[in-house]
């Protein structure tokens, strides 16, 4: 355990999150999600486990050492229910009540097709699968940067 750190981020977690650079992509997925054969397609290589963890616990555990980009409109992303684009379940406003915590200020994620997250998790960083078992709970963020001290 260390200090400032949340206890939900495991050593492998904390790795990739630390060798991960502006504009990288994470996935955070549920337990629904082809992660281990998607995983194997990313620059790590190597599936990531939270599988304790809700999506929003999970995102709320990385986003307190994650900085999100501020620099681009999908900056976080949510897998859109197939034939309805606009809902939201509670599963994605428990993440996105993350995201918002995280920013300080209400930013919504944008809103990625089925399969369009799936060639975008294949593209990214890494994929974590939580134990989360509702449907839709599937998330994309991509990494910013952290400022100099003034």
Not at 69 to 80: I, K, L, P, Q, S
Not at 92 to 115: K, L, N, W, Y
Request: glycine content about 8%; aromatic content about 8%.
């Amino acid at each position: 355990m260390l200090k400032g750190i949340d206890p939900r981020l495991n050593a492998d977690v904390l790795y990739a999150l630390r060798d991960m650079g502006h504009g990288d992509v994470l996935i955070i997925a549920d337990t629904n999600f082809p992660s281990g054969s998607i995983a194997r397609e990313t620059v790590l290589g190597d599936l990531l486990r939270m599988e304790n963890l809700t999506a929003g616990e999970a995102a709320e555990a990385v986003l307190s050492v994650l900085p999100l980009d501020t620099f681009v409109e999908d900056f976080a992303g949510r897998m859109e229910i197939v034939g309805e684009p606009d809902t939201i379940p509670p599963v994605q406003a428990e993440v996105q009540a993350a995201v918002d915590a995280a920013e300080g200020t209400p930013r919504p994620m944008t809103s990625i097709e089925r399969f369009a997250f799936y060639d975008m998790a294949k593209q990214a960083y890494a994929v974590i699968q939580t134990g989360e078992r509702r449907f839709y709970g599937c998330f994309m963020f991509r990494k910013g940067v952290i400022p100099p001290e003034e």
